[in-house]
């Protein structure tokens, strides 16, 4: 993995403003794809960590320690989408 990547938060915050800067699109080629391959090691990095969270609370739940929220459960406490209100 990429050791300038600290951890999963910032991770996602350097995504966001990567997003953010090329979804304004004034922005030379060069720049723009070296942003896109930022943005695929950054992608890459948080889907690892996504899934080894996902691991440890499957482990969790076979020993009986823990159990997820049900799917759903943030959308229904956190409201409705943005974009579908």
Partial sequence: ???TIKDFETAIAELETIVKKLEEGDM???ASLQLYE???HLSRFC???LE???KRIEILNERGEA???PPGF???FNGPAKGKE
Avoid: I
């Fill in 1 to 3: 993995m990429d050791p």
């Fill in 28 to 30: 030379a080629l060069e």
């Fill in 38 to 40: 930022r943005g695929v």
């Fill in 47 to 49: 889907h690892a960590r």
């Fill in 52 to 54: 080894e969270a996902e």
């Fill in 67 to 69: 159990r997820p929220a």
């Fill in 74 to 76: 943030a959308a229904e």
